[in-house]
């Protein structure tokens, strides 16, 4: 735990070559900006950079976000209508794609690039470089060895050479000594980790660019074509238009779910299957597929994603006048997953005399449990829609488009109907002659998720590459080896070995330095073992 | 798939089992701390000579670098080589029962004092009970893959009992390798308490997945993260044992009256528990990016989106960037030693924020933890 310390009046010197103390002012605008560069360069920064992007995120995950979950965070400012706005403020709503998280991210990838492009050019430089002369003392090298040999020091040196060549290490004799160095991949694959992120985050920006996102819900027996105005929610790259959609068309023919029917998972999911007719654009041939979750269906690189389902109960409505005016399945939205109670409403607005509005509840497995009517079981077993049913102005006409799972009610009136759950086949008669619904049975929709992110295979090339560079730098380690051979003062060849590892966080560069220096060991003895003496048999 | 129960149960049975013998092999080292009979530490003086040239003799010396350097002593100075080489084969002989200990004190976490000496009686108890636990563990993991007809960690329950898993092998095998006989303490009471946990408060009976969870990258994905968090935890038990063992020895070189002394002494350095507990971060963090980047594929296949920043996903990326934070403080003046130490920590508490916390009180697509 040392610290290094300035004098309180040089504080911000530039390192070398500062002007000394009371020098600030002369340090100019260079100076103050290699001083900047230097900082935000340095691995202190970076560490604190790194440890402000973890603290960053953690807002993230603990607030309801915006791109995630915007009902959410909704339900947020209800609750919380004092602080909300606050948190808004900060962005602490949209973490991910506010200015400060993006400022910690890219002052990040700046440091890096500054740390990391130098040691790039380093590297390069090094690549032929022959490693340093042999120290004069190897003895004082961390890692040391002597051994004695029968053979000369010009040809135990030699034989030393051999074996340090055969470990395939970059060698330099000179006179008397051989220095050896191995390991310039670590570098390589530090290196390679760190522009593997650069590649990362501009794959992940590609994707932001020229890829979109789309959702569509598809009730069984219907079909859409990828345009913007047929998709429920669109969200294009910044580069992105509608002529850029592929103009393929989906039809879903119907949808199956399987549930656990018994044991203490009884109503869990089990499977889902939407089976799907599409043609990848107007006049192609027709294919078939089974849509599971897991299994997306590629389209031109698109992807499509099953992600969600429920119930559309259909209904057929007559209005005052005797016509019939609705008749069609209305996607219920579910509320629990237990028993999938599906909330929906119905809108007619071309009913007479009188709009007519209806919001429901769509029980799949309808059961009173103490007067109350629930659905214990996601399957339509026994399936019942209630409706409380309105009459009056919709507001369709004016004012701000309205979603089609709510209904506006200012302009309407509650119509004095008993609340009668309605089994399929099932009507109401409306009061006051307004009209006539019949529940006539249900379909299954789905919710489709679109995705187009060109950005996908660049980034899984980056994040191998970075694995990669990883693996490199962690199992590598960059180490020199030195021997120098000489006549001892008994007249028998004295072998120096000594040996230095340049990264050896993890340790383990005795054991191999060790190993080494019994393979150089047994060389020199092995080769001379014509001649040996009685004592060198014993090395 | 049907769940098949008797087989549930019969993996239940052998995880009883497996905590119980994990409990004895606690109680085994902790007597060991207690009652072991053990010959007093050998001179520091004679343990260079015990050992060959050029294989480290520092590892006798409290506080040594480390990369565990060889004080220039080591070197046999002058004596000749041939001195050298006979002493390391009288040495191997001189050191008694186990000639390749040495190299195994050269090596690895070992003090020089405890290297000549053969295993207790305690402790050869409590690595033995260890060891039998460890295969009934993997019985019941086992079993319990079978009964379910997948792999077993697929909720939570089943995947905090596969990390202990893979938490007391990487210990076992430490154990065998480099003899930290006194780690043993340290490392199987929080696995105790941690299979105790999991058996009590957040068991939970086999069941068949979610749709969502079929899919061969639930073997890919959670099987990367299960390894790395294993790691994790023998290098986070490390991380605290040295912080207690770094702590010791800065008071005894400042001249602090210090407690304990006999438990420190029996210890590996402060430097050696340090290099190991790093040496798990390089193993498991190339695991851990492996297990994201795996995870992050499989996303891509079920929700149509590699990365959308779900709870779980954020955490697992905060980990990820605390145990980068740890390996580049490692390479940092002024930030080596404690803390380190207290950054891997962190990390550790982000990961296990994420199994517990998240998975928990905050709903995500990841809430699989059949907790509710």
């Not at chain 1, 049913?389 to 369709?396: A, Q, T, V």
């Not at chain 2, 565990?68 to 002593?73: D, E, F, R, Y």
Request: one cysteine or more.
């Amino acid at each position: 735990m040392t610290e290094t310390r300035t004098s309180p009046v040089s504080a911000p010197t530039p390192g070398d070559g500062s002007p000394g103390t009371g020098a600030l002012s002369p340090l100019g605008i260079t100076g103050w900006s290699r001083w900047g560069w230097r900082q935000l360069t340095s691995m202190r920064t970076a560490l604190v950079l790194l440890f402000l992007l973890a603290l960053g995120s953690v807002p993230g995950s603990l607030l309801p976000q915006q791109g995630i979950d915007p009902a959410a965070v909704q339900q947020y400012y209800t609750s919380h209508p004092a602080l909300a706005p606050w948190l808004a403020r900060l962005s602490l709503f949209n973490v991910f794609a506010a200015p400060w998280f993006a400022a910690i991210y890219l002052l990040l990838f700046v440091s890096l690039a500054g740390c990391v492009v130098p040691r790039a050019f380093r590297l390069a430089r090094s690549a032929r470089a022959l490693p340093p002369p042999a120290p004069r003392n190897l003895g004082r090298l961390p890692q040391a060895a002597r051994h004695q040999t029968a053979l000369e020091p010009a040809a135990a040196l030699a034989a030393a050479t051999a074996v340090l060549r055969q470990h395939k290490f970059r060698l330099r004799t000179g006179d008397g000594w051989v220095s050896a160095e191995k390991g310039y991949r670590r570098e390589l694959g530090n290196l390679l980790f760190h522009l593997a992120l650069l590649a990362l985050l501009g794959a992940v920006g590609l994707g932001g660019m020229f890829g979109y996102k789309a959702n569509r819900l598809l009730v069984s027996g219907t079909s859409f074509a990828n345009t913007v105005t047929a998709l429920d929610e669109f969200h294009p790259g910044r580069l992105v238009s509608s002529a850029d959609l592929q103009p393929f068309t989906i039809a879903l023919n119907r949808f199956t779910a399987s549930y656990v029917t018994s044991g203490p998972d009884r109503g869990q999911p089990s499977d889902f299957d939407a089976y799907l007719s599409y043609s990848a654009q107007p006049g192609s041939p027709v294919h078939r597929d089974d849509l599971r979750v897991n299994h997306p269906l590629n389209l031109d690189g698109v992807k499509v994603y099953l992600i969600g389902h429920g119930y559309a109960p259909v209904f057929k409505i007559t209005d005052g006048t005797g016509k019939v005016v609705f008749n069609q399945p209305v996607p219920f939205i579910a509320v629990n997953t237990a028993g999938l109670t599906s909330e929906g409403v119905i809108k007619v607005p071309d009913a007479r005399p009188y709009q007519l509005g209806f919001a429901g509840v769509f029980l799949p497995t309808a059961v009173d449990v103490g007067g109350t009517l629930e659905s214990v079981f996601p399957a339509p077993i026994a399936p019942r829609v209630s409706l409380v049913s309105y009459k009056g102005n919709l507001g369709m006409d004016s004012g701000p488009p309205q979603s089609v799972y709510q209904l506006n009610t200012a302009g309407l009136t509650r119509l004095p109907v008993a609340p009668r759950p309605l089994a399929v086949g099932q009507s109401i008669k409306l009061p006051g002659g307004a009209g006539t619904l019949t529940f006539t049975g249900y379909r299954q929709w789905i919710s489709l998720a679109i995705t187009y992110d060109p950005g996908q295979v660049p980034a899984l090339i980056a994040g191998l590459a970075a694995l990669a560079g990883l693996l490199l730098s962690f199992f590598i380690r960059r180490r020199r080896m030195f021997v120098r051979a000489y006549a001892g003062p008994d007249g028998r060849t004295v072998l120096d070995v000594g040996g230095l590892a340049r990264s050896d966080p993890a340790g383990g560069f005795e054991e191999e330095f060790a190993g080494l220096a019994d393979a150089l060991r047994a060389a020199c003895a092995g080769s001379s073992t014509p001649t040996t003496t009685p004592q060198g048999e014993r090395d | 798939m049907v769940v098949n129960q008797g087989l549930s149960h019969l993996s239940d049975q052998f995880l009883i089992v497996t905590v119980a013998l994990y409990s004895l092999a606690v109680l085994a080292f902790a007597a060991d701390f207690a009652f072991g009979r053990r010959s007093p530490a050998p001179a520091a003086a004679e343990v260079p000579e015990l050992v060959p040239a050029g294989v480290s003799a520092g590892a006798g010396a409290p506080g040594a670098g480390g990369s565990g350097a060889v004080a220039p002593g080591a070197v046999a100075p002058g004596s000749g080589a041939a001195d050298g080489a006979a002493s390391g084969v009288d040495g191997g002989a001189a050191s008694g029962a186990d000639g390749g200990v040495d190299r195994g004190a050269a090596r690895g976490l070992s003090r020089g004092s405890q290297a000549g000496q053969p295993a207790g009686l305690w402790v050869r108890a409590g690595i033995s009970v260890t060891a039998l636990g460890l295969a009934a563990h993997i019985v019941g993991v086992i079993i319990r893959g079978f009964a379910v007809h997948r792999v077993p960690w697929g909720d939570m329950y089943e995947f905090v009992i596969a990390v202990s898993c893979v938490a007391v092998l990487f210990f076992l095998g430490l154990m065998i390798k480099y003899r930290p006989y006194y780690l043993g303490l340290f490392f199987m009471a929080p696995i105790v308490i941690i299979m105790g946990l999991a058996q009590t408060v957040i068991y939970t009976p086999a069941g068949p997945l979610v749709p969502a969870l079929n899919s061969y990258w639930l073997a890919i994905h959670v099987t990367a993260i299960t390894l790395a968090s294993g790691t994790y935890v023998v290098g986070a038990v490390l991380a605290v044992v040295y912080l207690f063992a770094e702590r010791h020895a800065r008071r005894v070189a400042a001249g602090l009256p210090v407690r304990n002394t006999e438990v420190f002494r029996l210890l590996p350095s402060a430097a050696r528990i340090d290099q190991f507990a790093y040496r798990t971060v390089v193993f498991a963090f190339p695991l851990w990016t492996f297990g994201i980047m795996a995870g992050a594929i499989w996303a891509d296949q079920a929700w149509g989106r590699y990365w959308g920043w779900d709870p779980t996903e954020t955490w697992a990326f905060i980990t990820w960037v605390v145990y980068a934070g740890f390996l580049h403080a490692r390479v940092t003046a002024g930030w080596r030693g404690r803390r380190a130490a207290y950054i891997q920590l962190v990390g550790f508490g982000c990961l296990l924020f994420n199994l517990l916390g998240v998975s928990i009180f905050i709903t995500g697509l990841h809430s699989y933890a059949g907790l509710s």
